[in-house]
């Protein structure tokens, strides 16, 4: 797959880890139209990329994301046609949640520092999201007359208590990643100096295990959240018929009768 150029992200590949900065280091990061398009574009892209095998999502400087650009995407936006501002929405809300969800590949949120406001919404549809310790989280919405819109609001009803995401809500107070962690908005808080060895240790044991098996991880994962019981059920049933077609029978299972590898230890010898 040919490398790709983009305005406002940088793409690095490396033996099945692909790297996602997010390159506005003068705006924090922050999200503006051009990054929605590069990052729909990217990610769109990575999709049908075999040599990626595991994604890490991250920003340039000392910001994560500072969430929407509010002079780019809210100010000058107003003025554009409706055609415009409406295409630009729709990127920005797919590929912060349903295309990093529906990805065959897990995505880990690597979060060195601000992360305000809509970035939210990158930390929650990341499958995992380590923090250095010293990150600052914010919605800061409340403090310029706003809410936390798009789909913050929303995501953040579904994955954190009530009385913990309203309570920063309404106060715009920051929280520590060490809160983050406590209450539920990231998978891990670690110092600075660990963040790189701490993500590089997750990447690579989700390197060392069955893409097929990642990929139907997070189908059953995501597609049973929304569902009923019983249609979860039978949404895993079908995953699982998959499965064993794509893999023609079941190597894994088979490599354990025969005690080539014990599961709670380590993965099975899948073909690369």
């Not at 995401?165 to 309404?170: I, K, M, S, T």
């Not at 998978?187 to 069955?210: F, G, H, Q, Y």
């Not at 019983?230 to 023609?248: F, W």
């Not at 079941?250 to 005690?259: L, N, S, T, V």
Request: glycine share 6%; with cysteine; aromatic share 10%.
């Amino acid at each position: 797959m040919a490398e790709a150029s983009y305005q406002t992200i940088l793409v690095k590949k490396e033996n099945g880890l692909t790297t996602i900065t997010f390159n506005r280091p003068e705006k924090r990061n922050a999200m503006s139209p051009q990054l929605h398009s590069d990052m729909y574009r990217a990610l769109n892209e990575l999709r049908y990329d075999k040599d990626t095998r595991v994604i890490v999502l991250t920003g340039a400087g000392e910001s994560f994301c500072a969430g929407q650009d509010l002079k780019q995407y809210f100010m000058e936006m107003d003025s554009q046609p409706d055609s415009v501002r409406d295409e630009v929405r729709r990127m920005s809300r797919l590929w912060r949640n349903e295309i990093i969800r529906t990805l065959p590949q897990p995505v880990i949120a690597r979060i060195n520092g601000w992360c305000f406001g809509g970035a939210f919404t990158i930390v929650t549809a990341c499958d995992i999201a380590i923090a250095a310790e010293d990150a600052v989280f914010g919605l800061s919405e409340v403090n310029f007359g706003n809410f936390p819109g798009g789909e913050v609001t929303r995501v953040l009803t579904e994955q954190i208590q009530p009385k913990h995401a309203l309570f920063y809500a309404l106060t715009g107070k920051t929280l520590t990643a060490k809160e983050a962690e406590r209450i539920g908005l990231i998978t891990k808080a670690v110092p600075r100096a660990e963040l790189d060895k701490e993500v590089r240790e997750i990447a690579n044991n989700l390197l060392d295990k069955d893409p097929i098996a990642l990929k139907a991880v997070k189908e059953a994962w995501y597609y049973t959240f929304y569902s009923s019981p019983e249609v979860a059920y039978e949404i895993s049933g079908l995953v699982s018929e998959r499965i064993k077609h794509e893999h023609g029978g079941r190597p894994g299972i088979k490599q354990f009768a025969e005690k080539q590898y014990r599961p709670g230890l380590g993965a099975y010898k899948w073909e690369k």
